[in-house]
T-cell receptor
Framework: AQTVTQSQPEMSVQEAETVTLSCTYD???????LFWYKQPPSRQMILVIR??????QNATENRFSVNFQKAAKSFSLKISDSQLGDAAMYFC??????????????FGSGTQLTVLP | ETGVTQSPTHLIKTRGQQVTLRCSSQ?????VSWYQQALGQGPQFIFQ???????GRGNFPPRFSGLQFPNYSSELNVNALELDDSALYLC????????????FGPGTRLTVT
């Protein structure tokens, strides 16, 4: 079974600064996806960024980028130029690409990000 | 394009009762997954439905059951409610054959007293 670990329950960052959220995972599979989701107080889970394990290049979406280290099973999220609207709970998630599986998401316990004005 | 919707928004039930939560998939999506998110924790996978059949199940007892309808909407039923069932229940829809990107609804907050 796969597990996802987020060791930072809370993080804070000054507006316009950069912050990095950590995530490690454990799996015996070689083909999978990793995701970062954002959950604001409205509770709606929003996809921030996706990384396919077979791609060596780190994914980037505007101010959001990841550092994917497959051998170390590490998947961190970097938020540049932090904005007040980035304040939310952030979840790291894993999903298998194995055919025949339900392809459900396995989530970490989350990191609560506070953005200070 | 219509997003994932869930009803009701909030619900209060008594221990031992039964509850039905509803989810309407995003337009064009044929797969629905349900997750339970206890306070302060990450979502836990309950089960997934594809073509009206259960397509995978997490570590949840049989009193958690579901349905998927021909229009791909879905229900989550929980029997014999327990206090620990108090949580946010999230529904996510996706389309088989693509990247299986899961799009989440706003959730239903269930409180069991």
């Amino acid at each position: 079974a796969q597990t996802v670990t987020q060791s930072q329950p809370e993080m804070s960052v000054q507006e316009a600064e950069t912050v990095t959220l950590s995530c490690t995972y454990d799996t015996s599979e070689s083909d999978y996806y990793l995701f970062w989701y954002k959950q604001p107080p409205s509770r709606q889970m929003i996809l921030v960024i996706r990384q396919e394990a077979y791609k060596q290049q780190n994914a980037t979406e505007n101010r959001f980028s990841v550092n994917f280290q497959k051998a170390a099973k590490s998947f961190s999220l970097k938020i540049s130029d932090s904005q007040l609207g980035d304040a939310a709970m952030y979840f790291c998630a894993y999903r298998s690409r194995t055919s025949g599986s339900a392809r459900q998401l396995t989530f970490g316990s989350g990191t609560q990000l506070t953005v200070l004005p | 394009e219509t997003g994932v919707t869930q009803s009701p928004t909030h619900l209060i039930k008594t221990r031992g009762q039964q509850v039905t939560l509803r989810c309407s998939s995003q337009s064009g999506h044929n797969t629905v997954s349900w997750y339970q998110q206890a306070l302060g924790q990450g979502p836990q996978f309950i089960f997934q439905y594809y073509r009206e059949e259960e397509n995978g199940r997490g570590n949840f007892p049989p009193r958690f059951s579901g349905l998927q309808f021909p229009n791909y909407s879905s229900e989550l039923n929980v029997n014999a409610l327990e206090l620990d069932d108090s949580a946010l229940y999230l529904c996510a829809s996706s389309l088989v054959g693509t990247l299986h990107e899961q799009y989440f609804g706003p959730g239903t907050r269930l409180t069991v007293t």
